[in-house]
């Protein structure tokens, strides 16, 4: 049997064939409560189709399903794997003072969002990412000072609504009364809420300066990773 707009038989590897040049197939549409939700209180068969109309919780049940022995499986659109990428550089000096000193960054070298999202950065707020999009995010950051004293010590951090995630630390060997040039580096992975906020941190136990000097060596990135649910 074959049920379209011209007559004809179906494809040999078809029991039914649908063929339409102006009109979809419309599958049986619920409300998904679960990716093992029962249909009419029974274990579906392995090949069942449903498009579920449960566009809650970042639409993670919404769209079109086949059952697989025990779990509903999306049939997913690449395209909808959105993500959200920033990378800030920092072309001018900062002092360092005694303690925690947030970086402040004055230009973006790249940034992907996807269309309609809030920027993720601004100059009014220079030191801080805005996380638009929850997921996990891979984040990075480097730093490039001069003026270290030898013998005192500076670390790098990122610190996630302001609790630190990651860090590394250089204790300056050398002549005493002496200064070098130190640049830094640390990365972690970090799971984000909206509007959750990311900054970098530089910590030291006496004055110092942060001189990009043009090198490019002084950034933060921020990088969402493109995962498919999992539930």
Sequence with gaps: MKISS????????????LESTNRGFLPPRVFLTSNSMLLNGTTPANGTIVFSINWEDNERLGGLFVWKDVVWMRLDDSK????????????ND???????????WNEISDVKQPQGDLPMWSLSTPAKVIIRRKGWYFVSSSCRMGDVLVGE?????IA?????????GYDNPGTAGTSNNVTLNTSTMVYCEINDELVTLNFGNSPAAIKPFGLKTTQFNVTQLPTLPFF
């Design 6 to 17: 011209t007559p004809g038989s179906p494809h040999a590897s078809a029991m039914l064939e």
């Design 80 to 91: 909808k794997l959105s993500i959200s990428h920033i990378r800030l550089v920092k072309n």
């Design 94 to 104: 900062q002092n360092l003072g005694i303690g925690n000193n947030e970086i402040t």
């Design 153 to 157: 010590t500076r670390y790098l951090a």
């Design 160 to 168: 996630h609504n302001g609790q630190q995630i990651t860090a590394s």
